[in-house]
């Protein structure tokens, strides 16, 4: 009666079970197969972990291949290879089980293969993602560089701008208050011109040829703009001193007797500047 085929376990498992390699010399042999690719067995075998004749044996388990114990091990193999032996001296017969061959079937040895191939195809692709990966991270970082430099340049640069948008606020601020300051005096100029044009118009017609007793103006000329008062009689001479109640610190001097600098006024005027010692 046949035996049932022995199912198929892998190389290092069956070494394992049957004690002759431990779990830590499988995986530092695994390790080496990922690496180089070589078979396991031969890596067992120059490592020391297991002699030949052990791995000879296992691969004979593996692949279901088991030799005839008629005339003890190995015998039914032999004879197989050196064909009909002569007859030996009668024995007492020995009561051995009979191990029938069984082949090894083809589609494992080849599953195996494919197996192996498949994963070192696997291996080497994600080793190509790894360098790829590498090669990301470099360039990545090559640009957060170059990010980084120009982030400062343009700082520095903002800040530049920001100094100089200060010291035109500044000058903008001192324009805008020379500004008010014109204002301040022409709003002065132009309530004294409007008061001097209403004292025009209240006077008598009859008095359009008599300019004396109208009286006259003093324009008085400043560091910045320039001053119109109204007085009483005629107008000062030439080169005389004048003394304002305005201006109660300062003397001016009389330059020129002229008329009106006002439109439609008929009174002479007295053009006068501030006298220094």
């Known amino acids: 009666m046949a035996a049932a085929p022995i199912p198929w376990r892998p190389l290092g498992t069956l070494l394992v079970a049957r004690g002759f390699l431990s779990e830590e010399q499988l995986e530092a042999a695994l390790d080496e197969q990922a690496v180089s690719g070589r078979r396991l067995g031969e890596i067992l075998v120059e490592r020391g972990f297991i002699p030949h004749s052990t791995l000879s044996l296992a691969l004979a388990e593996q692949y279901g291949i088991h030799p005839s114990v008629e005339r003890g091990f190995g015998t039914g193999l032999r004879v197989l290879l050196q064909g009909p032996q002569p007859e030996l001296s009668p024995e007492p017969p020995i009561p051995l089980p009979v191990v029938e061959l069984v082949e090894a079937e083809p589609s494992t040895v080849t599953h195996l293969e494919e197996r192996l191939e498949e994963q070192w195809a696997q291996l080497a692709a994600a080793q190509e993602a790894l360098d790829a990966l590498h090669r990301l991270h470099d360039r990545r970082r090559a640009q957060a560089g170059r990010l980084l430099a120009r982030l400062r340049a343009q700082r520095s640069a903002r800040l ?14 001192s324009s805008h208050e020379a500004l ?9 100029r132009r309530a004294q011109v409007l008061r001097l044009l209403a004292g025009r118009r209240t006077q ?17 000329q400043l560091e910045r703009g320039y001053e119109l008062f109204e ?17 109660p610190d300062a003397v001016f001097v009389v330059t020129n007797v002229g008329r009106s600098p006002l439109p439609n006024d008929t009174r002479a005027c007295a053009f006068a500047q501030r006298a220094f010692a």
Do not use: C, M
């Open 231 to 247: 007085r009483d009689g005629g107008p000062p001479a030439r080169d005389a001193r004048l003394e304002l109640a305005a201006f």
């Open 204 to 220: 008598p017609s009859a008095d359009a040829d008599n300019g004396s007793d109208r009286g006259h103006l003093v324009f008085v």
């Open 160 to 173: 530049a701008v920001l100094d100089q948008l200060a010291l035109s606020a500044q000058d903008l601020h």
């Open 180 to 188: 008010d300051a014109v204002n301040r005096l022409h709003d002065r």
